[in-house]
């Protein structure tokens, strides 16, 4: 699975306006509502049972918000660059300003595994998310997430 079959260009939001974890889900599960044609109110609920089992704060200012919803067909990815960092729980207890958010279908198993593998490794690159956290615009965004998905592949 490639990165471009989970994220889209509409699904990058480049300057996210929350103040705390729980508006920050709270705002994406809105505007991921709109995008996937779910209810908004099934993704923040999935969202927050997720971070109750442990933060998904996964450090270095990164958060992989994921969840599973019945209703889905394929596997969903979000990103959202924050205007401003905010507590997330984070393991390192630092704030965090980049999410890549994932929904999946109930029946994803191993794909579901293997897309937060993916998205893992992407955010790892330091130089990336300097990049990603130095833009405001979400094509440009996007293109360096995709860009960095290829030049992992060559």
């Given at each position: 699975?490639?990165?471009?079959?989970?994220?889209?260009?509409?699904?990058?939001?480049?300057?996210?306006?929350?103040?705390?974890?729980?508006?920050?889900?709270?705002?994406?599960?809105k505007?991921?509502?709109?995008?996937?044609?779910?209810?908004?109110?099934?993704?923040?609920?999935?969202?927050?049972?997720?971070e109750?089992?442990?933060?998904t704060?996964?450090?270095?200012?990164?958060?992989?918000?994921?969840?599973?919803?019945?209703?889905?067909?394929?596997?969903?990815?979000f990103?959202?660059?924050?205007?401003?960092?905010?507590?997330?729980?984070?393991?390192?207890?630092?704030?965090?300003?980049?999410?890549?958010?994932?929904?999946?279908?109930e029946?994803?198993g191993?794909?579901?595994l293997?897309?937060l593998?993916?998205?893992?490794?992407?955010?790892?690159?330091k130089?990336?998310?300097?990049?990603?956290?130095?833009?405001?615009?979400?094509?440009a965004?996007?293109?360096?997430?995709?860009?960095?998905?290829?030049?992992?592949?060559?």
């Amino acid at each position: 699975m490639e990165l471009t079959d989970l994220l889209k260009p509409e699904s990058v939001i480049a300057n996210l306006k929350a103040t705390s974890k729980k508006q920050a889900l709270q705002e994406l599960s809105k505007r991921i509502a709109e995008i996937i044609d779910q209810d908004e109110r099934d993704i923040f609920e999935i969202l927050l049972e997720r971070e109750k089992l442990g933060t998904t704060g996964v450090g270095d200012g990164i958060a992989i918000p994921h969840g599973k919803l019945k209703s889905l067909e394929k596997l969903h990815g979000f990103f959202a660059r924050l205007e401003r960092p905010v507590d997330f729980d984070s393991i390192d207890e630092r704030p965090v300003d980049l999410i890549f958010l994932l929904l999946a279908p109930e029946s994803a198993g191993a794909d579901h595994l293997k897309a937060l593998a993916r998205v893992s490794r992407l955010l790892r690159d330091k130089d990336n998310c300097e990049k990603l956290r130095g833009s405001d615009n979400p094509e440009a965004i996007y293109a360096l997430l995709i860009e960095q998905e290829a030049n992992r592949a060559a």
